[in-house]
T-cell receptor, first 115, second 113 residues
Framework: DAGVIQSPRHEVTEMGQEVTLRCKPI?????LFWYRQTMMRGLELLIY????????DSGMPEDRFSAKMPNASFSTLKIQPSEPRDSAVYFC?????????????FGPGTRLTVL | SQKIEQNSEALNIQEGKTATLTCNYT??????LQWYRQDPGRGPVFLLL?????KEKRKERLKVTFDTTLKQSLFHITASQPADSATYLC????????????FGKGTKLSVKP
């Protein structure tokens, strides 16, 4: 298996632009997680899906952030409009279930820079 | 809400020594605790999981302990090697019916030859 796939790996954009991050989870995994990592705040959960349904989006910073999972093999995280404080590394992870004793498999991340 | 403290941002040790990393939590006792390794420019990689009714778990040179009285987990790497240099993250369940994780900020371990 190729593992969790994320694209793009790097994104540089200007403030106010729309940014779309993409994720393909491991086949057969039914839970998908979006995280954001910064030096100041560490790794923070933004939203997670179970069987393509959003379960908890309480970590989404504000309305500028939205996430979708139209099918079991694809998810997007969109920021519109982007701001410099959104600069971070965004990780997607998948697991076999929502129960936390299932290990999570992380993608390589997308490094976002908003100028 | 649950808070996690990994009390060393950085830990430097000599090759061959045992590295001990600490993870403390402040609120409810989690049903389980996980440890991950993260290398620069990469996503975290799962290492070990320990449940609340387990005191110790081992995997090769790794050992994790879980003390619910002290609200603490210790992560040991014996016979450390330069290749063990990385950031190590502990993660706890959020409690309740939600199974997702809260991560600590990590401890950066450097093993010098």
């Amino acid at each position: 298996d190729a593992g969790v796939i994320q694209s793009p790996r790097h994104e540089v954009t200007e403030m106010g632009q729309e940014v779309t991050l993409r994720c393909k989870p491991i086949s057969g995994h039914n839970s998908l997680f979006w995280y954001r990592q910064t030096m100041m705040r560490g790794l923070e959960l933004l939203i997670y899906f179970n069987n393509n349904v959003p379960i908890d989006d309480s970590g989404m910073p504000e309305d500028r952030f939205s996430a979708k999972m139209p099918n079991a093999s694809f998810s997007t995280l969109k920021i519109q409009p982007s701001e410099p404080r959104d600069s971070a590394v965004y990780f997607c992870a998948s697991s076999l279930g929502t129960v936390g004793f299932n290990e999570q498999f992380f993608g390589p991340g997308t490094r976002l820079t908003v100028l | 809400s649950q808070k996690i403290e990994q009390n060393s941002e950085a830990l430097n040790i000599q090759e061959g020594k045992t590295a001990t990393l600490t993870c403390n939590y402040t609120n409810y006792s989690p049903a389980y605790l996980q440890w991950y390794r993260q290398d620069p420019g990469r996503g975290p990689v799962f290492l070990l999981l320990i449940r609340e009714n387990e005191k110790e778990k081992r995997k090769e040179r790794l050992k994790v302990t879980f003390d619910t009285t002290l609200k603490q987990s210790l992560f040991h790497i014996t016979a450390s090697q330069p290749a063990d240099s990385a950031t190590y993250l502990c993660a706890l369940d959020r409690g309740g019916s939600q199974g997702n994780l809260i991560f600590g900020k990590g401890t950066k371990l450097s093993v010098k030859p």
